[in-house]
C-alpha cells in the first residue's frame, strides 16, 4: 500500500529553526509537494521536490532523499504566522497525489 | 500561480436539499480536477478524480449517487451534495491540474458546509 508518515504535532519556539519529517513508500515517484495550510483555509504551495538535495527558498527550505524515500521542510527564524499544519504530499506513478496526515506546528513565543 | 476560484466559501443548508459547489480554473485549462474534503484536524480525503468530458472516477467509500460530479468543460467542475445530511457538514476543497506531467495541483478556497 501507499503510506506517507509525519509527525502529528510539533512545538516551537519563536526565532527559532523546525524541521519537519516526513517519510514516504508510493508505487512510483514523480515528485514531493510541501504544503501550508491555516485553520479553515485551503493549503498553500510551499515547495515541490523531484531530484535530490535541498531547495531554498527564502525562510523555508525542503529536502528530498528519493534513495531513502524522505522528505524534510526546514522552517528558520520562525514567526507566529507560521503556526499551521504542514502537508507532505506525493505524486505516485500514475500522477495521483498521495497526501499525509499533515503535521501541526504550533509556534511559542 | 494559477487561480482556481471555488464557489461559495460556505453555505448553509437545510437537510434533505441539495447543495452545489462550483469550481473554476480561471487562467488554464484544467484537464484534471480533484475533490477534496477534510474534517476538522484531519487530512484531505479525496472524494473523486475528473477529467474534462468523462465521468468521475469516484475513490471507495465515496457515494457516487450522493456526490455527483460533472467536469463539461476544461475550466469548470461542479460537484453536488445531494439529500445532504448533517454528518455531510465538512470542509470541501477542489483543485485543478492542466496535463498529467504538471507537476503542482492548484487549490480552490474551499467550501465550508454546514447541514443543519
Known amino acids: 500500500g501507499q503510506n506517507i508518515d509525519q509527525p502529528t504535532e510539533m512545538t516551537a519556539t519563536e526565532g527559532a529553526i523546525v524541521q519537519i519529517n516526513c517519510t514516504y513508500q508510493t508505487s512510483g515517484f514523480n515528485g514531493l509537494f510541501w504544503y501550508q495550510q491555516h485553520a479553515g483555509e485551503a493549503p498553500t504551495f510551499l515547495s515541490y521536490?523531484?531530484l535530490d538535495g535541498l531547495e531554498e527558498k527564502g525562510r523555508f527550505s525542503s529536502f528530498l532523499s528519493r534513495s531513502k524515500g524522505y522528505s524534510y521542510l526546514l522552517l528558520k527564524e520562525l514567526q507566529m504566522k507560521d503556526s499551521a499544519s504542514y502537508l507532505c504530499a506525493v505524486i505516485d506513478s500514475n500522477y495521483q497525489l498521495i497526501w499525509g496526515a499533515g503535521t501541526k506546528l504550533i509556534i511559542k513565543p | 500561480g494559477a487561480v482556481v476560484s471555488q464557489h461559495p466559501s460556505w453555505v448553509i443548508c437545510k437537510s434533505g436539499t441539495s447543495v452545489k459547489i462550483e469550481c473554476r480554473s480561471l487562467?488554464?485549462?484544467?484537464?484534471?480536477m480533484f475533490w477534496y474534503r477534510q474534517f476538522p484536524k484531519q487530512s484531505l480525503m479525496l472524494m473523486a478524480t475528473s477529467n474534462e468530458g468523462s465521468k468521475a472516477t469516484y475513490e471507495q467509500g465515496v457515494e457516487k449517487d450522493k456526490f455527483l460530479i460533472n467536469h463539461a468543460s476544461l475550466t469548470l467542475s461542479t460537484l453536488t451534495v445531494t439529500s445532504a445530511h448533517p454528518e455531510d457538514s465538512s470542509f470541501y476543497i477542489c483543485?485543478?491540474?492542466?496535463?498529467?506531467?504538471?507537476?503542482?495541483?492548484?487549490f480552490g478556497q474551499g467550501t465550508r458546509l454546514t447541514v443543519v
Open positions: 521536490n523531484v
Open positions: 483543485s485543478a491540474r492542466g496535463d498529467k506531467g504538471d507537476t503542482e495541483a492548484f
Open positions: 487562467d488554464f485549462q484544467a484537464t484534471t
